[in-house]
């Protein structure tokens, strides 16, 4: 994994990172973060040496004790700001995993229908879960080019 927000030689260096959009029976699964009062998809960035599967796996077990199998790709998301490069898969709990819980990372979590997403979920987040909600066989390629800062000024509650 190269680190982010540098460069060498004028070769730009960045972060790849994975999310994963959990779905069961028709709910969606997002975690509440332990350190900002807003709403998220579990995930982060992968470590060296690992597959995209094995890091969107680790993030979900890291960050709510869950375990699951990996599916589509829903997109990919340039975040220029940070130099990262996320993708996005849509996942479903594994038959043997535990019910997914609160971790030092994350406070707690919940099953949402798409109708009652929170309004304090992170719109990034939202962007790509909406766009997995769509279906579509193909992956989307997305920029998104708001900064963190720019996100968690929008209005929330909860």
Not at 98 to 123: C, I
């Amino acid at each position: 994994m190269a680190s982010s927000g540098s460069s060498d030689g004028g070769r730009a260096l960045f972060r790849v990172a994975v999310s994963a959009v959990i779905e069961r029976d028709g709910r969606y699964l997002l975690a509440h973060r332990s350190d900002i009062p807003w709403w998220n998809l579990p995930g982060g960035g992968l470590e060296y040496g690992e597959t995209l599967e094995e890091g969107v796996a680790r993030e979900v077990r890291e960050e709510i004790g869950a375990e699951v199998t990996v599916g589509r790709l829903v997109g990919v998301y340039a975040k220029p700001q940070k130099c990262e490069v996320v993708l996005t898969f849509l996942c479903h709990l594994r038959p043997d995993s535990p019910e997914p819980g609160p971790s030092e990372e994350v406070s707690r979590v919940a099953w949402f229908l798409p109708s009652e997403l929170p309004a304090n979920l992170l719109p990034k987040h939202r962007q790509r879960l909406e766009d997995a909600l769509r279906g579509g066989a193909e992956a989307l390629v997305r920029a998104q080019t708001t900064s963190t800062e720019e996100d968690q000024r929008l209005p929330h509650t909860g």
